[in-house]
């Protein structure tokens, strides 16, 4: 059975660190692209990030450039998003998502999700 389950949300002040990890059990991790997604309160899910099997190749949505890195630890069948510079606005809970072969953005891409950690940012 699949489990992803993500770790490190919290309270953080706006301008920030916070660093989620996303622990993936019951798969061949390295068969798997990973992504992070977020939905704040009355909003739709919306893509963050997203790794390929390696590491190699990774996109970001344009709100999280520069601010957000993801990577992976594939010794540890873990996906991480490393958030610093963080503002109110990106306060949601946030999800991994596993799809077999490449990423995307579209949340309907991917196959197997965690249960989301909620992330606040205060003014």
């Known amino acids: 059975q699949v489990q992803l389950v993500e770790s490190g949300g919290g309270l953080v002040q706006a301008g920030g660190s916070l660093r989620l990890s996303c622990a993936a059990s019951?798969?061949?991790?390295?068969?798997?692209?990973m992504g992070w997604f977020r939905q704040a309160p009355g909003k739709e899910r919306e893509f963050v990030a997203r790794i390929n099997w390696n590491g190699g190749r990774t996109y970001y949505t344009n709100f999280v450039k520069g601010r957000f890195t993801i990577s992976r630890d594939n010794a540890k069948n873990t996906v991480y998003l490393q958030m610093n510079s963080l503002k109110p606005e990106d306060t949601a809970v946030y999800y991994c998502?596993?799809?077999?072969?490449?990423?995307?953005?579209?949340?309907?891409?991917?196959?197997?999700w965690g249960q989301g950690t909620q992330v606040t940012v205060s003014s």
């Open positions: 019951g798969l061949t991790f390295t068969n798997y692209a």
């Open positions: 998502a596993a799809r077999e072969g490449y990423g995307g953005v579209d949340s309907s891409l991917y196959d197997y």
